[in-house]
């Protein structure tokens, strides 16, 4: 029996930056990637499909017990950081799932590029637009320095859809 194992690389922020996954995904891997208050959860609610698996932080934070949506308190996040590794690790064991859509704020290249064949989508949502978005959406007043600080460091995909 040969055993496999999933290797999940981070930065000195603890933020993955690769999954060394010896298997190879069956279904469909998107990264939806943007700045904060970008609409990737929107996104991603609007184009999934029925049995379609969507790996997202701030979901994984809430079925942890965060009683908010965004901004979780630090003691939780070793406890969601390994539900999304466990998730990740899974993607490519099974063929039951048609579609993964994994959500990540992931402004460098390096911090999108998870799987060989994925598809990623960036949403370059402006940074006024996404302070709109923050603000109408109730954020606290930090979401801007994130927003500004996301777009500090991003770096341009080659490839991309912008979000209409």
Not at 20 to 34: F, L, R, W
Not at 115 to 135: G, N
Request: glycine letters at 4%; charged letters at 20%; a negative charge.
């Amino acid at each position: 029996m040969t055993t496999h194992r999933v290797g999940i690389q981070r930065d000195a922020n603890n933020r993955i930056v690769s999954v060394n996954n010896p298997y190879s995904p069956s279904a469909k891997v998107t990264v939806v990637a943007g700045p904060p208050s970008s609409g990737k959860t929107t996104y991603v609610a609007e184009h999934r499909q029925p049995h379609d698996l969507v790996i997202d932080l701030d979901a994984i934070a809430v079925a942890l017990g965060s009683p908010e949506d965004h901004g979780h308190s630090r003691a939780l996040w070793p406890f969601i950081t390994a539900c999304q590794d466990a998730l990740l690790a899974k993607v490519g064991q099974t063929n039951e799932i048609p579609h993964v859509w994994i959500i990540r704020g992931a402004p460098r290249l390096d911090q999108r590029h998870l799987y060989p064949d994925q598809e990623t989508i960036v949403l370059e949502t402006t940074p006024e637009q996404a302070w709109r978005w923050a603000f109408n959406a109730g954020r606290p007043t930090e979401w801007r320095d994130l927003i500004n600080k996301w777009w500090d460091n991003y770096q341009p995909h080659t490839s991309y859809r912008d979000w209409e």
